[in-house]
């Protein structure tokens, strides 16, 4: 992520049969209400409390 200058963003990996993980591509954006809202993982609370952790240093 430094390399590409991002600090946020979610990534997309498959993993083959023998543990041998493959990149995909990355979403600057990030992207996790498919899997936070019906898993209820509250990752956007999670993300939220982090960004403001950050803002006040």
Do not use: R, W
């Amino acid at each position: 992520m430094d390399k590409i200058g991002l600090n946020c963003g979610s990534l997309d990996f498959i993993v083959d049969i023998n543990d041998k993980f493959y990149f995909l591509e990355v979403n600057p954006t990030g992207q996790f209400g498919m899997v936070d809202f019906p898993c209820n993982y509250n990752l956007h609370k999670i993300v939220a409390e982090q960004l403001i952790k950050m803002d006040s240093k």
